[in-house]
């Protein structure tokens, strides 16, 4: 009965405040309670919500400097060695193979996800690799290769591109992508990096954030759905850019409760152009989604003539430092620019031919890291395929 009145009273409280009197009735009458909304979302999740990870490892106070680590080196003998090389020079981060790039995980990510489970390989154990680098106070960064995936491809064409005969199309070298325009697809490589981010690694690194290469060469004769983008009523290029750049926004937001940065690998040769048309990477609408922003410049993989440079691979220095001036202009034009980390060589591209490689070692990296420096840029990552680092290259700045 008690519950009953005093429903009823709030009930009156309530008709009193709100509902005009009877000499009122022709008057509207409107309370204004507040100007604010009642239930807004921050823009930045407080520390207290984040996922803590259990793994203290912070940020380099002089930035991030670091080597590309395949998840077998990671997980094999080589590890040793190369840590041995981080502590005997200025590099203080790896950048490990979660996902490679044939679409395998090199670990068990413990997630629930049964596509996930059975592209594992458990070929590193991630608590034992946590505490080693914890231990070593390595900054561990995890390479989620996205849409280049081979293996992802054949267990469901339907998420790939596919010839008119039903079978999955390849590149030349028998690789195969997953659909861009794909929500599907999206979700699958970002459970990947949350679990990533839930080991402890600090940082997901996205690479193939892209489209094959010469796709817009190839988009008429294949089958792919559009997924949302099907009504859109931008031409193709802007719908491939779109796909890439809201996949990237996407997995920004999805991953802001677990406290990791987040970064993209990208053509170097985006930042000289408007956008990638074939591949859909738009240097400034990607850098806008990202907390670091890292473009692959290796000397060996520009054209010959561009920055004025004949043989790019064999001036290592003016190519870096003519990109870096670019580079720093597009970022600049940005309201809130991410950090720049680019991707420099630490390899002889003897496959350009005579003539327009040279062997590259010490002084090559160093004339690369320098040029970065001469510009403004602190941070860097270094690229071997293989692992096998030049020893004694002096990373500090002058």
């Keep these: 009965m008690r519950r009953h009145l005093f429903i009823i009273g709030i009930v009156g409280m309530l008709a009193a405040l709100f509902l005009p009197s009877t000499a009122e009735a022709e008057e509207t009458q409107i309370i204004k309670l507040h100007d604010a909304p009642l239930l807004s979302v921050p823009e930045e999740i407080p520390d207290q919500f984040k996922y803590d990870d259990g793994v203290d490892i912070a940020y380099p106070e002089e930035g991030v400097k670091g080597i590309y680590l395949s998840g077998y080196s990671a997980g094999g003998e080589r590890m040793e060695d190369l840590t041995g090389l981080l502590a005997e020079t200025e590099l203080n981060a790896m950048v490990i193979d979660v996902k490679e790039d044939h679409g395998n995980m090199m670990m068990d990510l413990g997630s629930?996800?049964?596509?996930?489970?059975?592209?594992?390989?458990?070929?590193?154990?991630?608590?034992?690799?946590?505490?080693?680098?914890?231990?070593?106070?390595?900054?561990?960064?995890?390479?989620?290769?996205?849409?280049?995936?081979?293996?992802?491809?054949?267990?469901?064409?339907?998420?790939?591109?596919?010839?008119?005969?039903?079978?999955?199309?390849?590149?030349?070298?028998?690789e195969s992508f997953v659909n861009p325009f794909?929500?599907?697809?999206?979700?699958?490589?970002?459970?990947?990096?949350?679990?990533?981010?839930?080991?402890?690694?600090?940082?997901?690194?996205?690479?193939?954030?892209?489209?094959?290469?010469?796709?817009?060469?190839?988009?008429?004769?294949?089958?792919?759905?559009?997924?949302?983008?099907?009504?859109?009523?931008?031409?193709?290029?802007?719908?491939?850019?779109?796909?890439?750049?809201?996949?990237?926004?996407?997995?920004?937001?999805?991953?802001?409760?677990?406290?990791?940065?987040?970064?993209v690998d990208i053509f170097g040769y985006a930042a000289t152009q408007q956008e990638a048309p074939g591949i859909g990477q738009n240097f400034s609408k990607i850098s806008s989604n990202v907390d670091v922003i890292s473009s692959m410049i290796y000397?060996?993989?520009?054209?010959?003539?561009?920055?004025?440079?004949?043989?790019?691979?064999?001036?290592?220095?003016?190519?870096?430092?003519e990109y870096t001036k670019v580079e720093n202009e597009v970022l600049g034009q940005l309201e809130d620019p991410p950090t720049s980390r680019p991707w420099l060589q630490d390899f002889t591209a003897s496959y350009l031919?005579?003539?327009?490689?040279?062997?590259y070692g010490v002084a090559e990296v160093e004339a690369q890291v320098q040029a970065l420096y001469d510009n403004g840029v602190e941070e860097f990552l270094i690229w071997d395929a293989s692992n096998r680092y030049t020893r004694g290259v002096d990373y500090s700045k002058e």
């Design 353 to 359: 031919g005579s003539g327009n490689y040279k062997p």
């Design 182 to 263: 794909s929500k599907e697809v999206w979700e699958y490589n970002v459970e990947v990096a949350k679990q990533a981010a839930k080991l402890g690694f600090k940082e997901i690194q996205f690479d193939y954030v892209r489209f094959p290469e010469g796709f817009e060469h190839r988009a008429d004769t294949l089958d792919y759905t559009l997924g949302d983008y099907e009504n859109s009523d931008k031409d193709s290029v802007q719908q491939r850019v779109d796909a890439v750049t809201d996949f990237v926004g996407y997995a920004k937001e999805e991953l802001e409760p677990y406290d990791v940065d987040v970064s």
């Design 299 to 321: 000397p060996s993989h520009w054209g010959d003539g561009y920055f004025g440079v004949e043989k790019p691979d064999l001036d290592p220095y003016q190519v870096v430092s």
């Design 112 to 174: 629930d996800m049964e596509t996930i489970q059975n592209a594992s390989i458990d070929h590193i154990d991630p608590e034992a690799l946590m505490d080693h680098m914890e231990e070593e106070q390595i900054y561990p960064i995890a390479r989620v290769v996205v849409f280049k995936d081979s293996l992802l491809a054949e267990a469901r064409p339907d998420l790939s591109f596919t010839h008119p005969d039903g079978t999955v199309w390849k590149n030349g070298r028998g």
